[in-house]
């Protein structure tokens, strides 16, 4: 058992001590990729639907063209902003206020969100469903923003 604990031991130190970074970079490439997809029209499947709920939150003052080209800059700021890790307060409520525009189209656009409202979700549905993940991600980075540690071992442990 003891080797079993020592190998335990510094995989789940090495885990503590990178996991947030691997974190914070890979939902940076997510973003940084989806958002240059955006910049080419055709290549995002996410780019008629995401067009027509931004000109509808803006009660037609974006086109949906421009409402994509917008979304297609934000998610790329978001995505460096994460792969650098500067400004991470700032690209978070970025992230934030992007996702609680991603999920409008579940409840202005249902019939196309879900074959079956809300159960049986089509392709474009599970696209914005999946954003949950993206959301729990930024609150895991957001919660060490300031400095806060992820340990290998509980508090317990580490008081005796």
């Known amino acids: 058992m003891r080797s079993y604990d020592r190998i335990d ?10 996991g947030i970074r691997f ?15 955006k910049f ?9 639907l995401a067009g027509n709920t931004i ?3 803006s009660f037609g003052l974006l086109t949906p063209e421009l409402a994509v080209f917008i979304l297609a800059v934000w998610e790329c700021l978001i995505g460096i902003g994460l792969i650098v890790g500067y400004l991470l307060r ?19 656009f249902p019939e196309q969100c879900f074959t079956v ?5 089509t392709l474009e549905g599970q696209y914005i469903i999946k954003n949950l993940v993206l959301v729990t991600a930024g609150l895991v980075i957001g919660a060490t ?8 071992r509980p508090p317990s442990e580490d008081a005796a």
């Open 40 to 48: 080419f029209p055709g290549l995002s499947p996410a780019q008629t």
């Open 55 to 57: 000109s509808i939150l």
């Open 145 to 152: 923003v300031r400095g806060g540690p992820f340990t290998a």
């Open 90 to 108: 700032a690209t978070l409520l970025l992230l934030w206020l992007q996702m609680l525009g991603t999920i409008t189209p579940l409840f202005l």
């Open 23 to 37: 974190l914070r970079i890979s939902l940076g490439v997510v973003f940084l990729w989806f958002g240059v997809l």
């Open 117 to 121: 409202v809300p159960i049986a979700p």
């Open 9 to 18: 031991t510094a995989l789940t130190t090495w885990m503590a001590r990178n």
